[in-house]
């Protein structure tokens, strides 16, 4: 029998393997394991648009230019950073790499924390840390079940990609999962956006029937129980009119072309949200018949 073969609707089963991003020393104190980090979120999950031409269904392509000079030959772009408005510092690529800072492979934990001591605010993006190697994988799970056991944290930084970063080692389920943290002048205060909130206590009566609802509706998290339903209905409305779209030729129809299918999306969702939030009216009571006397 042949396998089922996934529907675009249908999220694939995702591969035990993975390419890592990184790879280097774990290193506690005088002990160093090696590891792999491998993304632990997917990309392209979400749909993206194209911008494209109303008239001859072609994909829209931006050129470069610079104001009162025109197209800018790409050879000549360089990165320049706005020190005050219309002045800016060039920056070469050479400039960069000179600043860059050298890849140790190396993740030193430096610090151990409490769970829940950091704040959500400052974590950023998760990684799978995997052992390099069958023979790194002892020293691997006597780390995981030390942080699990102590119910602390792993703190420590390491360079990639020529940057460096803050790092919160802890266990995931068989194990270890490593989240970038940002730096302290990335994250804003609060203060300050709360300032016109009220501190006053709440009604008692009201806080408590407030509690007693979170309470009846506290469940264990199931992920897999939320869906993007958004995505999901986009996904299905492109799939269901793609059967009915004629590939353009990008080469070069002439100005009035074949025109394919092109579908205005935008209209067809607002169209559809617009049916399904529609209040439905309630069904008309049959009339009775009036028995004959």
């Not at 050298?102 to 998760?126: C, H, M, N, S, W």
Request: hydrophobic letters at 40%; one cysteine or more.
């Amino acid at each position: 029998m042949m396998a089922k073969k996934p529907t675009p609707r249908e999220a694939p089963r995702e591969a035990a393997t993975g390419r890592g991003v990184w790879s280097g020393q774990l290193r506690l104190a005088l002990v160093s394991i090696p590891v792999q980090l491998i993304s632990a979120v997917r990309t392209g999950a979400r749909l993206s648009f194209h911008q494209v031409d109303a008239k001859s269904h072609k994909r829209i392509r931006y050129e470069k230019v610079a104001p009162g000079i025109g197209p800018v030959d790409s050879k000549n772009i360089v990165k320049g950073f706005e020190i005050s408005k219309g002045n800016y510092v060039l920056v070469t690529d050479e400039d960069i790499d000179k600043v860059k800072l050298e890849a140790r492979r190396t993740i030193d934990l430096i610090q151990f924390v409490d769970y829940g001591e950091i704040d959500p605010i400052y974590f950023e993006k998760p990684y799978f840390v995997v052992p390099d190697g069958k023979l790194a994988q002892e020293a691997y799970a006597v780390l995981r079940d030390a942080l699990r056991g102590s119910r602390k944290m792993g703190l420590g930084q390491f360079v990639m990609r020529g940057r460096e970063y803050v790092a919160a080692l802890k266990p995931c389920g068989r194990g270890l999962m490593l989240e970038t943290l940002r730096f302290s002048d990335e994250v804003r205060t609060a203060a300050p956006f709360f300032a016109d909130i009220s501190d006053e206590q709440a009604d008692s009566e009201l806080l408590e029937m407030a509690q007693d609802l979170i309470k009846r509706k506290t469940q264990k998290f199931e992920p897999g129980r939320f869906h993007d339903h958004y995505t999901e209905a986009l996904r299905r409305l492109i799939e269901a009119k793609a059967k009915h779209v004629t590939p353009v030729d990008e080469g070069g129809a002439d100005e009035e072309g074949e025109r394919g299918n092109v579908i205005d999306l935008v209209a067809a969702l607002r169209q559809s949200v617009q049916q399904n939030q529609a209040p439905k009216e309630p069904a008309a009571k049959p009339k009775r018949r009036s028995r004959a006397g």
